[in-house]
């Protein structure tokens, strides 16, 4: 049958039963064991029939209906005593009628669960009815709880989750990272209508699995939310035993080494044995409970150690040879040495390049820079014979303010204005200016530096022969000072002693 011919079908049927049901009841109606239910039922259009009867009929199932109440308007209202309803349901109108013949039932129990036929005696049409599913429910007591077992490799359950006394039937699911398997769930029916349900949860238990988390969660009609059971696990082990401590360091002599033996089980162990495979503890062993300890380390020590431990199930056991050595190995310091030298090498080079940077600056400062316009140090440079030099003069002035130090000329005429005059035997005039100079004096000294230091040098070799001639008279003229010598004297390498004002022959 092609899809258009199935819907034809259906609709016909539909329209059939309209037409064939046209008593009026609730399809469903639930209810909660102990509580009064009504069950409603009308024929509201009969039309050209006429009403003559109502019966309310109980189908527990396909094969058993039962009539639990008659009306009829002669006769009245009637209750037959086999029912399972009787001395419970009655007319919900008193007198009932064939208007409105609903029935009340009271104090309902889960054996009442089924379906409610209203059924009406017509003519000429003959009988009608309308069928009404009473769907009773019993909120479940549920229960979860863990199976205690010995770790093995045969899965045995392991978890146990319940749903008992509920209607319908509760889902029972598992929440775990375990891997393991749930079991068909097992259905059993009550007397009172009432269904149990069990579901298990299987598993190969290993010691590791001791402990773990499962949860096991029952969803019911009657609750609003699944209520949740968290569990651990129970798995029952004969004791696991490792022992530690050991460095395979132990040389004559050393003292304080130990071994510590550790352990698990379940149920937890009682009891813990240290002994050798020779038989005898070594005398400088101290036992103290799972910690073996060695006040000093010989010959004797050079054995095996093994530690026993028990619990209800069995005994664990784990064993260590020691290697007693000659002495301790040397200690590495070879990084330590070579960061040594490495550190003292960068001093070395530090102390050379600043020994050469100081040996340098001596050097400049001894005999300065000639030609360059700014002095270091030096008496004789172009810049201080211009604007003569830095110390102060006895009137505490220097040449940062009015630079009013004495300035020598050469090949002076007498005919010159000074503030003061002085015509030196050799030919040099001693000019004092009382002028403070301005910028356009430095740039002209400035611009005269270079020929003024080749005539310093042609003054210097005429010094050095003139050194070289005897029985010459004076022929430097000094400004007399009185200030101290250190203020304006500097001592040279050869020993001697010369002034820092210019002089000029």
Same mark, same amino acid.
């Given at each position: 049958?092609?899809?258009? /011919?199935?819907?034809?079908?259906?609709?016909?049927?539909?329209?059939?039963?309209?037409?064939?049901?046209?008593?009026?009841?609730?399809?469903?109606?639930?209810?909660? !064991?102990?509580?009064?239910?009504?069950?409603?039922c009308q024929f509201p259009n009969p039309g050209e029939n006429q009403l003559t009867q109502v019966s309310w009929i109980f189908e527990q199932t396909d094969s058993e209906r039962t009539n639990i109440a008659v009306f009829h308007p002669n006769f009245g209202a009637s209750y037959p005593t086999k029912s399972p309803l009787s001395g419970r349901v009655s007319f919900v109108t008193d007198p009932p009628n064939l208007e409105n013949p609903s029935?009340?039932?009271?104090?309902?129990?889960m054996t009442d669960e089924g379906r409610y036929i209203c059924e009406y005696a017509t003519y000429p049409s003959g009988n009608e009815q309308g069928v009404s599913s009473l769907v009773m429910l019993a909120k479940p007591k549920n229960m979860a709880n863990t199976v205690t077992v010995t770790a093995g490799t045969t899965p045995v359950i392991v978890a146990r989750c319940e749903s008992s006394n509920g209607r319908p039937a509760a889902t029972i699911t598992w929440s775990t990272t375990l891997n393991g398997n749930v079991t068909t769930p097992l259905k059993t029916d009550n007397p009172d209508n009432t269904v149990n349900i069990q579901s298990?949860?299987?598993? +190969?238990?290993?010691? +590791?699995?001791?402990?773990?988390?499962?949860?096991?969660?029952?969803?019911?009609?009657?609750?609003?939310?699944?209520?949740?059971? *968290?569990?651990?696990?129970?798995?029952?082990? *004969?004791?696991?035993?490792?022992? =530690? /401590?050991?460095?395979?360091?132990?040389?004559? #002599?050393?003292?304080? =080494?130990?071994?510590?033996?550790?352990?698990?089980?379940? !149920?937890?162990?009682?009891?813990?044995?240290?002994?050798?495979?020779? #038989?005898?503890?070594?005398?400088?062993?101290q036992v103290q409970d799972n910690r073996l300890a060695v006040q000093k380390v010989d010959d004797t020590i050079n054995t095996t150690f093994i530690c026993e431990v028990r619990n209800s199930l069995g005994y664990g056991r784990d064993q260590i040879t020691?290697?007693?050595?000659?002495?301790? *190995? !040397?200690?590495?310091?070879?990084?330590?040495?070579?960061?040594?030298?490495? +550190?003292?090498?960068?001093?070395?080079?530090?102390?050379?390049?600043?020994?050469?940077?100081?040996?340098?600056?001596?050097?400049?400062?001894?005999?300065?820079?000639? /030609?360059?316009?700014?002095?270091?140090?030096? *008496?004789?440079?172009?810049?201080?014979?211009?604007?003569?030099?830095a110390k102060s003069n006895k009137n505490g002035t220097g040449n940062n303010g009015n630079n009013n130090t004495p300035i020598y000329r050469g090949d002076v005429g007498l005919?010159?204005?000074?503030?003061?005059? /002085?015509?030196? !035997?050799?030919?040099? =005039?001693?000019?004092?200016?009382?002028?403070?100079?301005? =910028?356009?004096?430095?740039?002209?000294?400035?611009?005269?530096?270079?020929?003024?230091?080749?005539?310093?040098?042609?003054?210097?070799e005429e010094d050095e022969r003139y050194d070289q001639f005897s029985g010459g008279g004076p022929i430097l003229q000094l400004r007399p000072h009185e200030d101290d010598i250190d203020d304006d004297m500097e001592s040279q390498r050869d020993g001697s002693v010369i002034s820092r004002t210019a002089v000029y022959v």
């Open positions: 049958m092609n899809m258009p /011919g199935l819907l034809s079908a259906l609709f016909l049927l539909f329209i059939q039963g309209s037409l064939a049901q046209r008593v009026r009841v609730d399809s469903e109606v639930v209810s909660y !064991p102990g509580q009064t239910v009504t069950l409603r029935i009340q039932i009271k104090e309902v129990k298990n949860y299987m598993l +190969a238990p290993q010691p +590791a699995d001791n402990g773990k988390d499962i949860s096991c969660m029952v969803s019911h009609r009657t609750m609003s939310q699944p209520e949740t059971f *968290p569990m651990k696990l129970v798995v029952e082990y *004969p004791p696991q035993v490792q022992i =530690a /401590g050991y460095d395979n360091n132990w040389y004559r #002599g050393r003292t304080s =080494a130990s071994l510590t033996c550790n352990f698990n089980g379940n !149920p937890i162990p009682t009891t813990v044995t240290w002994k050798t495979l020779s #038989g005898l503890m070594p005398e400088t062993v020691v290697f007693v050595r000659e002495q301790s *190995p !040397p200690s590495s310091n070879a990084g330590v040495i070579a960061g040594v030298i490495f +550190a003292c090498l960068l001093a070395i080079i530090l102390l050379c390049v600043l020994a050469y940077f100081l040996v340098s600056h001596n050097r400049r400062q001894q005999h300065g820079y000639r /030609g360059t316009g700014k002095p270091s140090g030096t *008496p004789y440079d172009s810049f201080t014979r211009l604007f003569g030099s005919d010159e204005k000074t503030a003061s005059q /002085g015509i030196h !035997p050799g030919g040099v =005039a001693l000019l004092e200016t009382t002028r403070t100079h301005t =910028a356009e004096d430095i740039l002209l000294s400035r611009e005269m530096d270079e020929v003024e230091r080749k005539k310093f040098d042609e003054l210097e």
